[in-house]
């Protein structure tokens, strides 16, 4: 079968459009995609990868910023979908990787500012404040002075919020105290999680790749270890992914013995269609764009000036009741909630910005957090 050709990749997509780049010192692609910008400048992170083929780091920038058009909608954030490739040939070392990201960041600002980023996978902070040398189209590096900030805590609590939501969808109480919460993988966002559940009262079960992290935080939140093999047969009220991607499928949802699955990771559902696959299965889904939001969220109130820092968790935990909303649509509309989710991103992007001067980053500086 031949492989497809960067047209091929590009034919059906309906985005706004991609600048495709060769850095010819690194022998790296750059794929910036930006797939929609009804609410506001594209905004999302940068991934730098080895790919098989640079055409599948295309792929990825391109499903990649059409997620981020969503996740931006379902905050209703004054952002639209975007993100970028760092298609590498190889591991680069340090002074290459810093030739990358400074020009990287030129290219940015060749955009004026309808493009801004953030650290994402295989990128850290320390990239962004290169990239902030050169560059204003960056956030995450909290004001450039104040040192870099890591997403992961916000990103836990909102997902803590949502699974109180998703635990008083489906028992009628937020009370978490006895309910069984399974978290696979237990980093940076995994671990202050299973804290927050352990504070709430929760039997908080716990399975990582990394079994010295598994049973270190199994035995910080009084917890028990799942072995690997028992992740999707093990009985909890709640399963979290807070590992991987495409772990909800046609082999492992017949095998889940939970009432609802809640967590961080990015693109759990290998399938759209394994939505309804957990719907008929009366497993309740919280859509992962909108649990997983409280990084982008927060790194997004710490940027525009939002203090104090209680005043941004605060914002985090309103996914809790953006996602009962979404819960009760769906039953409503006997639709799931990753239908829900969608439509009620889709009647977002419908209406369009609520401030229409705010068209690049440069405008939304300052001026979001009013
Ligand atoms: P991390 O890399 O810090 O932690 C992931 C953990 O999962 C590690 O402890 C690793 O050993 C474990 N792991 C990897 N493969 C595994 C497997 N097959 N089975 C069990 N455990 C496995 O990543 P982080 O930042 O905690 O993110 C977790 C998920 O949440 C990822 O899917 C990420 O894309 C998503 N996410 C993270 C955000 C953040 O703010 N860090 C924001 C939104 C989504």
């Known amino acids: 079968m031949s492989e497809s050709t960067f047209l091929d990749i590009l034919e059906p997509w309906d985005g706004v459009g991609v600048l495709v780049r060769r850095d010819h010192p690194t022998g790296t692609w750059i794929f910036v995609a930006i797939?929609?910008?009804?609410?506001?400048?594209?905004t999302g992170g940068l991934r730098m990868k080895v790919y098989d083929r640079p055409e599948d780091g295309l792929r990825d920038a391109l499903r990649l910023s059409e997620?981020?058009?969503?996740?931006?909608?379902?905050?209703?954030?004054?952002?639209?979908?975007?993100k970028t490739v760092l298609a590498i040939p190889r591991p680069l070392d340090?002074?290459?990787?810093?030739?990358?990201?400074?020009?990287?960041?030129?290219?940015?600002?060749?955009?004026?500012?309808?493009?801004?980023?953030?650290?994402?996978?295989?990128?850290?902070t320390r990239d962004m404040q290169t990239i902030a040398e050169?560059?204003?189209y960056v956030i995450?590096?909290?004001?450039?002075?104040?040192?870099?900030?890591?997403?992961?805590?916000?990103?836990?609590?909102?997902?803590?919020?949502?699974?109180r939501a998703a635990v008083e969808h489906r028992f009628d109480s937020a009370d978490l105290s006895g309910r069984s919460v399974f978290v696979q993988g237990v980093g940076a966002v995994g671990a202050p999680l299973a804290g927050h559940l352990a504070d709430a009262g929760a039997r908080v079960l716990v399975s990582d790749a990394d079994a010295a992290a598994a049973d270190r935080v199994a035995r910080a939140c009084s917890g028990s270890v799942i072995a690997p093999g028992h992740v999707y047969?093990?009985?909890?009220d709640v399963y979290a992914p807070c590992a991987v991607g495409a772990t909800l499928n046609t082999r492992t949802i017949p095998e889940l013995r939970c009432s609802i699955v809640a967590g961080a990771a990015n693109n759990q559902?290998?399938?759209?269609?394994?939505?309804?696959?957990?719907?008929?299965?009366?497993?309740?889904?919280?859509?992962?764009?909108?649990i997983n939001g409280g990084g982008a969220m927060a790194f997004t109130l710490i940027y525009q000036g939002l203090e104090p820092i209680s005043a941004v968790e605060n914002r985090v935990l309103s996914i809790g009741s953006h996602l009962k909303r979404i819960f009760e649509e769906s039953?409503?509309?006997?639709?799931?909630?990753?239908e829900a989710a969608r439509s009620q991103a889709e009647r977002t992007l419908r209406r369009g910005p609520l401030d229409s001067e705010m068209s690049t980053f440069g405008d939304i500086q300052g001026r979001f957090t009013r």
């Open 67 to 82: 997620g981020m058009t969503y996740k931006w909608a379902a905050m209703d954030f004054p952002f639209g979908g975007g």
């Open 233 to 236: 047969s093990t009985e909890c």
């Open 140 to 163: 995450g590096v909290h004001g450039r002075s104040e040192g870099p900030m890591d997403p992961s805590p916000f990103t836990a609590l909102g997902v803590f919020a949502g699974i």
């Open 134 to 136: 050169v560059s204003e």
């Open 269 to 290: 559902l290998e399938t759209r269609e394994d939505a309804e696959r957990l719907s008929e299965r009366g497993i309740l889904y919280a859509p992962d764009y909108v």
């Open 35 to 42: 797939h929609d910008d009804t609410l506001g400048p594209a």
């Open 331 to 338: 039953a409503r509309t006997a639709c799931s909630p990753l």
């Open 94 to 124: 340090d002074d290459e990787r810093r030739g990358l990201m400074l020009r990287f960041g030129a290219l940015l600002n060749s955009l004026g500012g309808r493009y801004g980023t953030g650290a994402d996978l295989g990128t850290t």
